[in-house]
């Protein structure tokens, strides 16, 4: 299995990005998704987890109403849309992928974590700043 991000940079203060995961290897539509992310001197933190069985989502309550989650099962890639960024969102961004999809996405990200996801990406760079 292969996870790959894209799509990080350099983004003002208010501004939008979409981050991309392509997976392969692993059939999109029966998985689990994750979003994470490490902001300089912290611990990876679970921003968003998507269970595709059901389509239920969960996002940590920093950004709740500014990012969304999405899958494209026929091209399997997903997509972290971020609008209205803060400075606080700088970090590199982390996509997971599963197999397994038994747990409640609250229980992937919150109680499980990392983890729950086997397979991830290399990160991509987000910089939010003026």
């Known amino acids: 299995v292969h996870v790959v991000e894209s799509g990080g940079g350099l983004v003002q203060p208010g501004g939008s990005l979409r981050l991309s995961c392509d997976v392969s290897?692993?059939?999109?539509?029966?998985?689990?998704i994750g979003w994470f992310r490490r902001a300089p001197g912290k611990g990876r933190e679970a921003v968003s987890c998507?269970?595709?069985?059901?389509?239920?989502?969960y996002y940590t309550s920093s950004v709740t109403g500014r990012f969304t989650v999405s899958v494209d099962g026929a091209k399997n890639t997903v997509t972290l849309e971020m609008n209205s960024l803060r400075p606080e969102d700088t970090a590199v961004y982390y996509c997971?992928?599963?197999?397994?999809?038994?747990?409640?996405?609250?229980?992937?990200?919150?109680?499980?974590?990392?983890?729950?996801?086997?397979?991830w990406g290399q990160g991509t760079q987000v910089t939010v700043s003026s």
């Open positions: 997971a992928a599963d197999p397994s999809t038994w747990a409640t996405v609250q229980a992937m990200c919150v109680m499980m974590g990392e983890r729950w996801f086997k397979h």
């Open positions: 290897g692993l059939q999109l539509d029966s998985s689990s």
């Open positions: 998507l269970k595709t069985t059901d389509n239920t989502t």
